[in-house]
């Protein structure tokens, strides 16, 4: 077997796990090092025999696919987003669930990574808006895949640098510190609920009024499974409920049932029109493929 650079790798394994290289191109180092440690690990001389491993071992795919989860967030990641969050779209889903005669905004954080984008919502209502909205309540679902991501997020202590993009007073206000750990106070923790979830499986049951899926399915997943995931995200939004993905995502070309809210914030909305007919096609969708473990179907399509 002649020699294979970790890229080299990369690029043929990432679309057997419906991934796309082109998304871990700048974070590729990190699951390179876990690769490394992995094939130290089993004692294998190099990444060529790891990929024959690879193909003796279906069982090794569930592990390589769990190196690709990339941990990185921080605290209101993107601030403009939020601050367009605060003044615009929280606000509008505020009188479409008054309309609907709906007291609570619901939002989902899909790969909530350690909680702080599920955190930044809740700071950003109680600091931001609450006062504005009294009668009404901000719930959060948020889900991850990484089992240990989410005992951080219920722990609720971070670094400084994860607090880097929030305003001084804010920090002040939401989290107690001790040397140089910053601890989330227990009233902005309120209202959240987190969730053990590979969303290939399962999409968090909604209606929900925001969705924040940012830096996870539009960057990593490739563009069938991206085309899959959105259809079934939208099926749990409300009308003109919100979609938010990451500064440099993009949705798949030709997504349908959705419209720009704000290109350059990664905001969009779902379309009010032809509800009823377009969520009894995508429920026919919905419930066809992806049933069962993701990575597992894909072990059995290969072997
Ligand atoms: C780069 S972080 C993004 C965190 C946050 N959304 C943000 O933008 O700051 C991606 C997160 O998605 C999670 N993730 C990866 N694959 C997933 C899957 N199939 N289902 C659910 N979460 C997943 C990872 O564990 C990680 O916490």
């Known amino acids: 077997m002649p020699s294979l650079s970790c890229v080299e790798l990369l690029q043929w394994a990432l679309p057997r796990l419906s991934l ?3 998304g871990y191109r700048r ?5 390179c090092r876990r690769i490394g440690r992995r094939v130290q690990d089993l004692k294998l001389p190099d990444l060529g025999a790891y990929k024959e491993y690879l193909d003796a071992h279906p069982e090794e795919w569930r592990l390589l696919d769990s190196f690709c989860w990339i941990p990185i967030s921080r605290f209101l990641r993107d601030r403009v987003v939020f601050e367009r969050l605060r003044t615009e779209v929280l606000p509008a889903l505020v009188a479409g669930a008054r309309n609907r005669g709906a007291r609570a905004i619901r939002c989902w954080s899909a790969g909530c990574a350690s909680g702080e984008e599920p955190y930044s919502l809740t700071i950003l209502w109680k600091l931001g808006l609450a006062t504005r909205y009294p009668s009404v309540s901000l719930s959060v679902v948020a889900t991850d895949i990484d089992a240990g991501l989410l005992e951080r997020a219920r722990a609720a202590r971070y670094r400084a640098s994860s607090l880097r993009e929030l305003p001084r007073a804010w ?3 939401a989290f107690e510190r001790s040397a140089d750990v910053f601890e989330l106070r227990s009233e902005f923790q309120q209202g959240i609920e987190f969730r053990h979830e590979d969303i290939r499986e399962r999409i968090a ?3 929900f009024d925001l969705i924040l899926c940012r830096n996870l399915v539009f960057t990593y997943f490739d563009a069938s499974r991206q085309r899959q995931t959105l259809d079934r995200m939208l099926l749990e939004l409300v009308s003109q409920g919100a979609l938010v993905v990451g500064r440099r995502e993009r949705l798949p070309e030709g997504s349908i049932g959705i419209e720009v809210w704000d290109s350059a914030s990664g905001i969009y909305r779902r ?3 032809g509800d ?3 969520s009894a096609d995508l429920r026919g969708v919905a419930s066809g ?3 069962g473990g993701a990575v597992e179907s894909m072990v059995e399509q290969w072997t």
Do not use: L, N
């Open 289 to 291: 493929p992806m049933t």
């Open 271 to 273: 379309a009010a029109t």
């Open 205 to 207: 049951p909604g209606p």
């Open 171 to 173: 920090i002040d206000a």
């Open 20 to 22: 796309r290289w082109p």
């Open 27 to 31: 974070v590729h180092r990190r699951v």
């Open 276 to 278: 009823a007919a377009r």
